[in-house]
Structure formats: C-alpha cells, structure tokens
C-alpha cells in the first residue's frame, strides 16, 4: 500500500460520518468544523475537502497562514479566521476573500482600507468580518459594555460587511457548566442589544465541540467543531450528553508501525537505555521504527500498551527517540508485520487517544496534533488510499 515503516492512518469515511452526525445534532445551525493546527494532525486540505463534500458550510482556522494554506489548495469555500486580525495582514483577506475576526478598530480600517484599494484595482467585494466580543475567557475580544459601539463604528467604514458576532467558552468541557452559562447569558445580552439597535448580523456563534455536545442552547446560528469533528468527544460530560443525544462520532486517526526486529530473548535481558526493564521470562522482543521524535512521548516509557494481532501488549524499556521495544509474550510475530499504537486495528481492538491523554497528563487534542502531524500521513477514502508526507 505505501512504504513507510510508520504513518498515521486517516480514515476520511469516519470524517464524513462525523460531519453529517454533528450537522443533524445541531440543525438549522451552521456547521464550521476547525481545521487548525494542520486539521488537528489530520490534514488541512485533505480534512477540509472531506468536510465541506460531506456537507459543513465553511471552514474555521486559527492563523490566517492557515486560511492561506488553504486557499493555495484549492479551497474556494467560506473560510473565517478566528484569531482577530492584525493590520499588517488586512490585503491578504481582502484579495483572498476570508472572513476576518476583529476585536479593535486599528484592525477593522486596516481591512477596510485594503478592500477600498482593491475595489480600485476591480476588486468590489467587502471583507466579510466577525465580532469577537470577550465574555470571560481573557484572551481576545471586545468587552460585552463595548460591542454596540463598536459594531456602530465598523458600520462606519467602507468595504467592511459586520458578518457575525461571536465570542469562546472557558471551561464547556467540564462537569460543572455554570460559567459555560454565565458566558453565554452575557453573549446573549450583547446580541439583544445589537438587535435593537437594529445591528444583529447574520451569524451568531459561541459553541465549540464541548458545547455543540452539551448546551445545546448555545448552537445559535453556527458551531465551531473541532475535536468532535475529528471522532473525540471533548469530555466525559460531552460525551454523555452526545450518547444521550443519539450522537455517535468515530475517531479517524490511527498511528501504525511495521515491526523491523524479532528476538527470542531470555529471562533476565536488560532492555533499552539505562537497562531499566529486564524480561521476567524468556520472551519475544520486538522493536518498532517509532519514538519521541514521532510523537510517542518518552513520557509514556512503562505506561504504553499497542496492538499486536488483537492483543494488548506493553512497551517495554525507555522510550527512545526513533524506536520503541514491545513484549510480544509467545505471540507468533514476524517482521513487517503490522502494530497498531493508536486506534483501532484490523481486528476492531482500540487504544483511543484519550488513553494516551490520561496516561500524559494532557488533553486528547495534544496527543492527535503531536503525532498526526510528526508523520507521514495514509489517507483512506473507501476502499482506496492515498499516502501524504506528514509535517
């Protein structure tokens, strides 16, 4: 199928399923999956193309390099930065048509500046622009007592169009949603008002995965979906509260790694740098081309299982930074063969990424980027696949 020794697996039908789940949950709403961080190790383009095909209505990224890389792929559809822009960026979302986050006016004339220029050069469409207000997260944003004005004062300038209005939740994947509500009756407020001034844009939004899942009052006129987008419930009060919904998402990751050494070795063999494993019985050692520098933390060194022919067996030794050692008992294990470190095999058998996230001491979003985007990538659409280089 490929050469590689090593690569993360992309299955595009669990991408697919998961668009057109999400999009059922929260109709009417608009469905924007999140595609940053290289589509969260899945792959920007190839994610995005599946997603829209599978019927989300625009794309969400964090940088505007990111919106960049798309548009360069071919990616025509509705693209929004959520980032607020800054000046020096202003011509780029003006001559590649992507929605821009604002949060101050030095920003927003800059866009408008650049669109008027454009429309001197033939160019006569606005730049479409999103509010960011900031109702309790502290990193970006207009303040709730300063979004009318605000939004009053981008009606002012010329070749911008207000979009939307949206703001970003704290803490909506924790048990406790009280300040998920807090935030959201605050937004809410802000949106009253701007609609009677007579200035509610078109698209209102708030929600991102943990919230799609769980506060469905919170979908408004569109959801953000990352995590959720890529198969990984956000929490475990996010996936109660999907499974109790009838919402069933499916990873699409997986990392796999051929086996490049078999040894029978005796009990008593010290495995690895530092002999810090020594076997117990005469067993199986097999080495894996995949280590720290693939994203196999030396943090999981005695804490990682993989799947070897269905069957869970443990990493042994320290991790280093290309290989790994497996105890693979008596199983009857040869070179090349298949391991599955993350995902699921081809007997069903699964290690999920918040496995790794529990044993890390980290979030399932980490594990997905650190290894989906530190090797090469197998995209598989149907029956076929297509191999890609990963970052």
């Known amino acids: 199928m490929h050469g590689h020794v090593r690569w993360v697996e992309i299955d ?46 625009g794309l969400a ?20 930065v959520m980032n607020p822009a800054v000046p020096w960026q202003a011509e780029t979302y003006a001559a590649l048509r992507i929605r821009a986050g604002v949060a101050d006016l030095e920003a927003a004339r800059a866009l408008s500046e650049a669109a008027e220029k454009a429309a001197r050069g033939g160019t006569a469409e606005p730049v479409p622009v999103h509010v960011k207000v900031d109702t309790g997260l502290g990193r970006f944003g207009v303040l709730p007592e300063d979004a009318v004005s605000f939004v009053k004062e981008l009606h002012r300038l010329p070749g ?5 209005v949206f703001t970003h939740f704290a803490s909506a994947d924790e048990e406790d949603k009280s300040f998920t509500r807090l935030q959201l009756q605050r937004f809410n407020a802000v ?29 408004l006129d569109m959801v953000r979906t990352g995590l959720a987008a890529y198969g990984l419930y956000p929490s475990p009060s996010a996936r109660r509260a999907a499974e109790a919904a009838g919402v069933r998402l499916r990873p699409a990751m997986s990392l796999k790694a051929k086996v490049v050494s078999v040894r029978r070795l005796p009990a008593g063999s010290p495995i690895g740098y530092g002999s810090t ?53 008596d199983l009857p294990v040869r070179r090349g063969d298949v391991v599955t470190l993350l995902g699921r095999d081809e007997t069903g058998a699964e ?40 970052a």
């Open 191 to 219: 949106v009253s008002a701007l609609a009677e001034a007579g200035l509610r844009p078109p698209l209102v939004h708030a929600a991102n995965s943990p919230a799609t899942l769980a506060v469905p009052e919170a979908h």
């Open 351 to 390: 290690i999920a990424a918040e496995e790794w996230a529990g044993r890390l001491g980290t979030i399932a979003y980490e594990v997905l980027c650190m290894v989906g985007s530190r090797n090469p990538r197998v995209h598989l659409y149907g029956e076929s696949s297509e191999g890609g280089s990963g």
């Open 277 to 329: 494993h020594r076997t117990e019985r005469e067993t199986t050692i097999v080495t894996l081309p995949v280590g720290y520098s693939d994203g196999v933390s030396r943090l999981l060194t005695g804490k990682l299982e993989v799947l070897i022919q269905g069957q869970r067996r443990p990493v042994v030794g320290r991790i280093c930074m290309n290989h790994c050692m497996v105890d693979a008992g």
């Open 61 to 80: 990224v964090s940088a505007l390099a990111e919106a960049v890389d798309l548009r360069e792929a071919g990616i025509d559809a509705p693209l929004f």
């Open 12 to 57: 595009h039908r669990a991408l697919a399923h998961n668009v057109k789940a999400l999009k059922a949950h929260v109709g009417p709403a608009q469905l924007w999956p999140v595609v940053k961080g290289r589509a969260y190790g899945h792959g920007e383009a190839e994610a995005a193309r599946t997603f829209l095909q599978a019927g989300a209505d």
């Open 160 to 164: 911008v169009r207000v979009e939307g």
